[in-house]
């Protein structure tokens, strides 16, 4: 998966018009630095074998240096940990808010708050998170200032740095609960509707239990394995709400790099996000293994 | 029946609101159940048989409107507010179901699934109800329950899942057993052992069972009474022995005709020609009028009434075989 | 329940009465409709751009820069006493452009390559199943940033993209559909006719899938207008001085404190079409596809 990945990336990056070497080299048109740096990464080479080096040295940790000459891994290193932090918060808002809503939504089907809420998702699902997210400064940061319209502050100062990114988290988090609750509804009703629900009913468990414990569980199956699906969409939503709010993330990173054709920061980047990729569904077999029963005795 | 009932039914009728008009399902069925009897249901697919034994506790969904009565121990079942309701269900009613590869639930284990019972009702404690568990897997025949208590639904048979079902249902010694085609979806040979079981657990804790199968030989084998339904309809009641031996409605008679007898060649089974009539309201006539032999005037015209030919034999059919006869 | 011995359906019931009772059926979700009707208004509006624009999206009017609403102006004007009606009107026609251009590409790729995989399954499917897989999980944002870099930014890059973007659901759909719908009696039937692969592929089972399609298409639309917005207002989708609805929000915000109106009507077109095609989609499902009827 990893290797079809980054064959992928390094074939892409490859087909960007230009010569990397002259983009390598940066401003600097000297023949000799050109020749240096392209001895360096065996352009002159043919490609499956830039493509062994590449990975050779990636594995060693070394991502190459980018067109400021800076190495790309202490980029990747210093922009990741911001980037992680507003994923992780938002995840946590639209848990909270997805999730309860789509099981209390289910419950409630046909009243008029299913409706409701079901109505409030649809459009949550309909906005643009950024548009979302440059409404959400025009109200809090400007007009009413009660936090600051962008930037970033490091975790040195926890407060400031929540702060400084409560809103994005929040524009972020409550896209993916409108995902979320779709989806905990749609499976909460599936679950609410099977024979075991009905052997529950019967057996004179409370509401309580029928709903929390039996078909709730079940119904996590489902929308673990559809989480895992959202990361792409986490991933593009984290790119633009860094952008809206001026956050120096891993995402901010990703637009410059691509604007400014930097090879070997977009093979960089891009092999970090496949890496992401695959560590993510990893987690999410684990935790659908937890949950799944069936598939653990297997 | 002289004993006093444990439950008596009278004029339960189930309507359907569905996406194409309202459909009657069950249509003034009324019946009632002694201490320790075991009562048939039988009837085709669709007949109402099911919908009567959910509605009694409570089990349909919202969609279904349900009228009449049903006391069990002096309280009406169908008035009850949701937290008595729940003190009845399980406890002094069990249910056991047709499905028994999909009513347990998938992720927790069978103990946990039969402990929940009785943590719920008689608040035991969790090392208790494991204990109880264990006990009542013994009690319904699956070997090494003490392993089989920690395991989950799809690592037993069909069989097994059925027998857990059933400890599941007497775990609080209920009064009244609901076994609603208990052994349909099993194997033949399954099907036998399940059975005994369950006449077993009569004689051993005298619990009154209502069967509902569309198998008439199983009937035939364990239940003291026999109700036939039709299309919604009670159309005949009568102990057993006497339904299998004098037949009165033309449907239970075409019923018996259709049971393949051993050691009598048949070149095929009997079958009853035409359709079970669906219903948005209540029929005006003789629900079986369509495919009846004996149908006539009346009988399309009008409904009949529920009348003993003899003694505990009801028959709602205005030519019963008593009367050919005579 | 008393009842019904169900014919068995056949695939496909005659024509024009089920269709008489498909769409009565959508009547009656007054929802769904709603969506069609506003779906359908822009798809006029962007047809009609042109003849209904009061003033060309380029026209600048320098008496009237960051004017409020007024006769002359309904929306009033942005930084370039550009009419802001009239540019939502043409980017109407941009957005939807995208929405139908990507969906109708994605269609054309996938649906083909997801019927191979399911009809003939073996290795192939494997492959194409577990290529979706990863496909579906990627960031579209950042393949779709990727290929303007490489192509350079325009509204057919930003389509590319978009439609390139959308394939993998499409291939899943086309793929699963292809799974059940091989397995039904007709394809047996028409093998004992004498039918090849390629006639069973086209005649049986592609009328058969049509409906899912439909719905898949339906609720790929409003995701393309989303990612449009998002790629233009990022600066590698359409380009200015051309109006799209991303455009005229990437050259709002630097007015963000100003002249807030400049950033909400275009927002507030995006949430309607999306809205719209969302709404309308939902209610095509559940009418068409009654499996995931609830």
């Not at chain 3, 086309?174 to 692969?197: F, I, K, S």
Request: net charge neutral.
């Amino acid at each position: 998966m990893l290797v079809v990945a980054s064959i992928v990336v390094f074939g892409g990056v490859r087909a960007i018009p230009g010569n990397p070497a002259i983009a390598l080299g940066a401003e600097n048109r000297d023949p000799a630095v050109i020749a240096a740096v392209k001895a360096k990464y065996l352009l002159d080479k043919p490609l499956p074998v830039q493509y062994g080096h590449w990975i050779w040295l990636a594995v060693q940790g070394d991502l190459g240096v980018d067109q400021r000459q800076l190495s790309v891994g202490h980029t990747i290193a210093s922009r990741l940990p911001i980037s992680l932090e507003l994923a992780a918060l938002s995840m946590i808002v639209s848990v909270i808010v997805g999730i309860p809503t789509g099981v209390i939504t289910a419950v409630r089907r046909g009243k008029p708050s299913d409706y409701a809420a079901t109505g409030v998702a649809l459009i949550g699902l309909s906005v643009p998170h950024f548009w979302l997210g440059l409404m959400a400064i025009i109200w809090f940061a400007v007009d009413l200032h009660w936090l600051p319209a962008g930037g970033y502050v490091t975790a040195h100062h926890p407060i400031a740095n929540l702060k400084h990114l409560l809103l994005p988290a929040v524009v972020l988090g409550i896209g993916f609960a409108a995902v979320l609750m779709r989806q905990m509804r749609s499976s909460m009703l599936d679950s609410l509707g099977t024979d075991y629900v009905r052997t529950a009913r019967a057996k004179g468990l409370s509401e309580w239990s029928v709903v929390c414990k039996h078909a709730f569980r079940n119904s996590l199956i489902t929308v673990t394995t559809v989480l895992g699906l959202q990361l792409g969409a986490l991933i593009s939503g984290i790119v633009t709400i860094e952008v809206i709010f001026g956050i120096p993330g891993f995402g901010s990173l990703t637009i410059d790099a691509i604007n400014q054709r930097d090879y070997t920061l977009i093979q960089g980047v891009v092999l970090v996000v496949a890496c992401g990729y695959v560590i993510v569904n990893l987690l999410v077999d684990v935790v659908y293994s937890l949950l799944n029963p069936r598939i653990r005795t297997i | 029946m002289s004993a006093e009932p444990l439950l008596e039914v009278s004029d339960l009728s189930v309507r359907f609101d569905t996406d194409e008009g309202p459909l009657q399902a069950v249509d003034r069925v009324s019946f009632t159940l002694a201490p320790r009897e075991v009562l048939g249901i039988v009837g085709g697919s669709g007949c109402g048989k099911s919908v009567t034994c959910m509605s009694l506790v409570r089990l349909l969904p919202q969609t279904a409107a349900v009228t009449g009565s049903a006391v069990f121990d002096g309280v009406d079942l169908l008035a009850l507010g949701p937290r008595r309701l729940r003190r009845v269900r399980g406890r002094e009613i069990s249910y056991i179901f047709q499905e028994p590869m999909t009513s347990l639930n998938p992720v927790f284990t069978v103990g946990d699934q039969i402990g929940e019972v009785v943590r719920r009702h008689l608040g035991l404690s969790r090392r208790a109800a494991r204990q109880r568990a264990v006990e009542l897997l013994q009690l319904v025949r699956i070997p090494a329950p003490e392993r089989r208590v920690d395991e989950y639904p799809h690592q037993l048979s069909g069989g097994m899942r059925q027998r857990v079902m059933i400890a599941m249902a007497l775990a609080c010694d209920p009064k009244v057993l609901i076994a609603d085609e208990p052994t349909t979806a099993l194997d033949v040979t399954i099907q036998a052992g399940i059975l005994d079981l369950m006449r077993e657990i009569r004689e051993r804790l005298g619990t009154a069972i209502v069967l509902v199968t569309h198998n008439l030989g199983v009937v035939a084998d364990i239940a003291d009474r026999v109700i036939v339904m039709y299309a919604g309809r009670k159309v005949e009641e009568a102990p057993a022995e006497e339904l299998f031996a004098a037949p009165q409605h033309p449907y239970t008679v075409g019923l018996l005709g259709a049971i393949p007898r051993p050691g009598e060649r048949q070149e095929r089974l009997e079958e009853i020609p035409g359709r079970v009539p669906a219903a948005a309201a209540p029929l005006e006539h003789c629900v079986f009028a369509d495919r009846c032999r004996f149908a006539d005037e009346t009988t399309r015209t009008q409904v009949p009434a529920l009348r003993a030919v003899r003694r505990d034999h009801l028959v709602a059919c205005f030519h019963p075989e008593a009367d050919r006869a005579a | 329940m008393s009842i019904v011995v169900q014919e068995i359906e056949a695939p496909r019931v005659a024509g024009r009465r089920r269709l008489r009772l498909l769409t009565k059926r959508f009547l009656r979700r007054p929802m769904a409709v709603g969506g069609l009707l506003v779906a359908l208004a822009f798809v006029i509006v962007a047809i009609f751009a042109p003849l209904l624009a009061p003033y060309s999206p380029g026209h600048t009017d320098f008496d009237a820069v960051l004017a409020h609403s007024s006769s002359k102006h309904l929306l009033g004007t942005d930084d370039l006493g550009r009419d802001v009606l009239s540019r939502l009107i043409w980017g109407t026609r941009a957005s939807m452009q995208v929405g139908v251009f990507a969906t109708l590409l994605a269609m054309v790729v996938a649906v083909p390559i997801g019927m191979i995989a399911g009809y003939y399954r073996g290795w192939v499917d494997q492959v194409i199943a577990r290529l979706t897989d990863v496909l579906l999980a990627f960031p579209f944002l950042i393949l779709a940033v990727g290929l303007a870099a490489i192509l350079g930014p325009s509204l057919l890059n930003a389509t590319l993209a978009l439609g390139i973007g959308s394939i993998p659901g499409f291939i899943r759909i086309a793929r699963g559909e292809t799974l059940t719908l091989r397995e039904e009696d007709y394809v047996p039937a028409a093998v004992l006719n004498g039918a090849n692969d390629a006639t069973i592929i086209f005649r049986h089972i592609l009328p058969n899938m049509t409906n899912t399609l439909i719905v898949q298409a339906t609720l790929t639309i409003p995701g393309a207008i989303l990612g449009e917005a998002i790629l233009s207002f990022l600066g590698v989708g359409v380009q200015p001085p051309t109006s799209s609805w991303g455009t005229m929000l990437q050259e709002a915000e630097p007015y963000l404190t100003q002249a807030q109106r400049l950033s909400v009507y275009p927002g507030v077109a995006i949430i309607l079409a999306v809205l719209a095609f969302n709404v309308f989609g939902d209610g095509l499902r559940d009418v068409l596809d009654p499996r995931t009827t609830r």
